[in-house]
């Protein structure tokens, strides 16, 4: 295995982590909206903050870690790839 296999093989892992970062954000802080939203409408105060305290900080973990994974696909890029983007 060459450095530019593995270099693939990592960042084809990176890129599925990724998209698995990216739809975990987007369904937690949809489900962190959805729940405060409700809590509104239902005029309850305390589903408001019980689904804030409840998704807030994994929906910004998995915000975060969607940022790294993001960063680090860039490097892990193949040379190929980023010069057809930048066409």
């Known amino acids: ?28 802080g949809t489900l962190l909206v959805l729940g405060q939203a409700a809590g509104v409408v239902a005029q309850r105060p305390e589903w408001v903050t019980g689904t804030s305290e409840l998704l807030f900080v994994p929906t910004v973990g998995a915000a975060a870690a969607f940022g790294v994974l993001g960063f680090i696909g860039n490097y892990l890029r193949p040379a190929g790839e980023a010069e057809a983007e930048e066409d």
């Open 1 to 28: 295995m060459t450095v530019t296999d593995l270099k693939s093989r990592a960042h084809t892992v990176v890129r599925v982590l990724f998209k698995v970062g990216l739809l975990c954000c987007f369904a937690l």
